[in-house]
């Protein structure tokens, strides 16, 4: 029996939590720092997520046998890492990759030359700084608008611009060189615009085999039809139907197979998820970006329609042998609806209380941004709670989520209602 301590506070370390809490293999799990969710099914403990010391220090006196890392920012900063360089933790798997294998994530730049590296498809693009600046506004010209920028570190989803306007763009590109998103843009990587239509594909791997998990769509804008700004997500859908088998044939020869190749002859020890952020151009896939962790609200969706035992499929990571294991996907549909706090992504308040959950039938609550005061259960970030269901087909799933969260009831709370209109027909 095993004590697993999972890192991280948002809706997927909930669904990880409620689905590890499942495995018969597992004794005593622990959330680091979790959330009212995760209070429910196994112990918060108030650390922050790269306070590797405490981490540390709980980890030895609660005799953890698997770290499971949710957010991205650990593992930028090495958390996997940090455990193999201590005598006393190395021999615990850590579920995440190195810090030179995070840089997928961490780095947009080293990102895109990985995949030029390995003749992955991606956008034309150009990594500019202060140094090579009027390079990159000659790259930007030669583009057709709109014009895509990245921030080429952590900006907590942030950090990317699409621009109608060439002189908007250039402007832009000065500002975000100039500290827009503080060391993140330091180097911004400015991009040929793809047109088509996305999804995340998302794959487990112990660094030789893989498998790949359920494919999911997730919704960025606050705005219906896909206006407004970027928000974390709101909301997900898994299977997506255009991710037909011809196409998942092509991401799997042109994609997945090379990057597994890729981060081997690169000697990138990853232990982990890897996030392909897809987008499908005339049946088409390219390589919009990398993510080193399973997305959120994705995972909320995803989770349910894994059949297998997670912890097993982890196992086999940690040992190398996850091609032994099993892997079994429900062939329903699952609709996540994410809950937000009114105002966000910009200013919202924190700290109101939440009611409606006795009404709840059908659906699963994964708790994002909660915590206990008491008798009550208030919000605590901008997204709130990502209602999840299941259902024979999208348009089940997706009623089951909209009539659950209408019942969940806090001041201001906003979520959008055309999740799924670009995947009918």
């Excluded at 994002?368 to 087909?393: F, P």
Aim: with cysteine; charged share 25%; net charge negative.
């Amino acid at each position: 029996m095993m004590n697993v301590l999972i890192i991280g506070s948002g809706g997927r370390e909930h669904a990880f939590a409620w689905k590890i809490r499942q495995s018969p293999k597992i004794n005593q799990l622990f959330i680091v720092p979790g959330n009212a969710g995760t209070a429910e099914i196994g112990t918060n403990i108030e650390i922050g997520v790269t306070d590797f010391i405490a981490i540390r220090k709980l980890v030895i006196e609660k005799g953890i046998n698997m770290v499971v890392v949710g957010p991205e920012v650990p593992l930028v900063e090495g958390i996997h890492d940090f455990f193999l360089a201590d005598e006393l933790l190395k021999s615990i798997p850590v579920i995440g990759p190195v810090s030179r294998g995070a840089l997928l994530e961490g780095s947009k730049d080293f990102a895109k030359q990985f995949m030029i590296r390995h003749e992955i498809p991606t956008a034309a693009y150009f990594s500019v700084t202060n140094d090579n600046l009027e390079l990159g506004i000659k790259f930007l010209h030669s583009l057709h608008a709109p014009y895509v920028l990245k921030a080429d570190g952590l900006a907590a989803g942030k950090g990317v611009l699409i621009i109608d306007n060439l002189q908007e763009a250039e402007q832009s590109v000065k500002e975000m060189l100039g500290g827009m998103f503080g060391q993140a843009s330091k180097t911004v990587v400015i991009e040929e615009f793809l047109s088509g239509i996305e999804c995340s594909v998302f794959v487990i791997t112990d660094g030789k085999d893989y498998k790949i998990l359920p494919v999911a769509k997730d919704y960025k804008r606050i705005g219906e039809g896909d206006t407004g700004l970027n928000t974390g997500g709101m909301g997900a859908i898994s299977p997506v139907p255009f991710a037909s088998e011809i196409f998942m044939g092509k991401v799997e020869e042109r994609i997945i197979i090379p990057t597994i190749k890729g981060l081997q002859k690169e000697n990138i020890e990853y232990k982990g998820f890897i996030f392909f952020g897809l987008i499908s151009v005339d049946s088409e896939p390219y390589v919009i970006e990398y993510n080193v962790r399973m997305g959120d609200p994705e995972t909320e969706a995803v989770i349910l329609r894994l059949r297998s035992d997670l912890v097993d499929l982890f196992e086999g990571v940690a040992g190398g042998d996850l091609a032994k294991r099993k892997m079994e996907i429900d062939p329903d549909y699952a609709a996540t609806v994410m809950l937000v706090a009114g105002g966000y992504p910009g200013d919202y308040d924190k700290g109101d209380v939440i009611s409606g959950f006795d009404e709840i039938s059908g659906s699963i609550l994964f708790h994002a941004g909660t915590k206990i005061s008491g008798d009550d259960i208030l919000t605590n970030g901008g997204r709130v709670i990502a209602v999840s269901s299941k259902g024979k087909n999208m348009e089940e799933a997706l009623e089951l989520s909209y009539r659950n969260a209408a019942a969940i009831q806090f001041k201001n709370k906003y979520c959008r209602r055309d999740l799924g209109f670009d995947l009918i027909n």
